[in-house]
């Protein structure tokens, strides 16, 4: 219940109850129910996931369980649920038309082109309400590449993608500029690689007020060099939020940053 005070304090729309890890914490099933009652109580929208251990999750009982679990929570109130493609709980829950956001992760590399195509086709053939790819990429090239995926999209299906790995900050959050409906923070310990603090996406990338028109600018320099320009940016009285956000790349990422940079939808990249 902390939590949910703390997402009213940052003034966040939208909390992710991770019911899997928050059962092998030792809440009960009811203690759960009654997170996703409180925060709808609180005027928060809630995600309930109940991530399957083959996909980085905790829950490992029957899928017959997880179904039962996940529709208790959408009648409690939760507005959404998330399952992953290709188990026996997402197809039921999609074959009654529950409100779900169809996940795929690979916590080990990057989708091929290919790869990523079919995943994609079968995802949305099933129309849920948005599909997830989280892959864990290892360069630019990978993160630029799920930023395009999420910009291209089509209008019945939306897409929520970006990459885990210490490469795959800057897609977390710049996917929201592509066009996905949300993005993933942490409010104490991360609970997948390269998450992000959710002060960090507040304040310094100004996450709630993104979308597709927000100017993306790229500093190339050492961290101090980056932290001192952001600082300074910020503190300017004068710059309208959520209008320009500015995202730090290394200065030897330079040419990578200039190939990328259409696909990342950078519309400047200074050098410091």
């Known amino acids: 219940?902390?939590?949910?005070?703390?997402?009213?304090?940052?003034?966040?729309?939208?909390?992710?109850?991770r019911a899997d890890l928050l059962r092998t914490a030792g809440l009960s099933d009811d203690e759960l129910l009654s997170v996703v009652v409180a925060a709808k109580a609180a005027g928060l929208a809630c995600l309930y996931t109940l991530r399957h251990a083959d996909q980085g999750g905790t829950f490992a009982a029957s899928e017959s369980d997880r179904v039962a679990l996940c529709t208790h929570a959408l009648n409690a109130g939760a507005d959404i649920i998330d399952l992953e493609h290709g188990t026996e709980a997402a197809s039921i829950m999609l074959q009654l038309s529950a409100p779900m956001i169809l996940s795929y992760h690979n916590f080990k590399s990057m989708l091929s082109a290919e790869e990523l195509a079919v995943l994609s086709v079968a995802m949305e053939n099933q129309v849920p309400a948005a599909i997830k790819i989280v892959p864990t990429?290892?360069?630019?090239?990978?993160?630029?590449?799920?930023?395009?995926?999420?910009?291209?999209?089509?209008r019945h299906v939306r897409r929520i993608g970006f990459t885990m790995g210490d490469d795959g900050g800057t897609s977390r959050v710049?996917?929201?500029?592509?066009?996905?409906?949300?993005?993933?923070?942490?409010?104490?310990?991360?609970?997948?690689?390269?998450?992000?603090?959710?002060?960090?996406?507040l304040e310094r990338y100004q996450c709630m007020d993104m979308n597709s028109d927000t100017k993306i600018v790229a500093l190339l320099g050492d961290q101090t060099q980056i932290d001192h320009y952001m600082d300074k940016q910020l503190?300017?009285?004068?710059?309208?939020?959520?209008?320009?956000?500015?995202v730090g790349f290394a200065s030897t990422d330079r040419a990578m940053v200039e190939q990328h940079q259409q696909a990342m939808k950078i519309s400047e990249i200074h050098l410091l």
């Open 174 to 201: 710049l996917t929201l500029a592509h066009g996905a409906p949300i993005t993933y923070a942490s409010f104490d310990k991360p609970v997948a690689p390269g998450q992000i603090d959710i002060a960090l996406l």
């Open 137 to 154: 990429g290892n360069s630019i090239n990978d993160a630029a590449t799920m930023l395009s995926w999420v910009g291209a999209a089509n």
């Open 235 to 246: 503190n300017n009285s004068k710059q309208q939020s959520g209008a320009v956000v500015w």
């Open 1 to 17: 219940m902390q939590q949910i005070e703390l997402a009213l304090k940052l003034k966040l729309r939208c909390v992710e109850v």
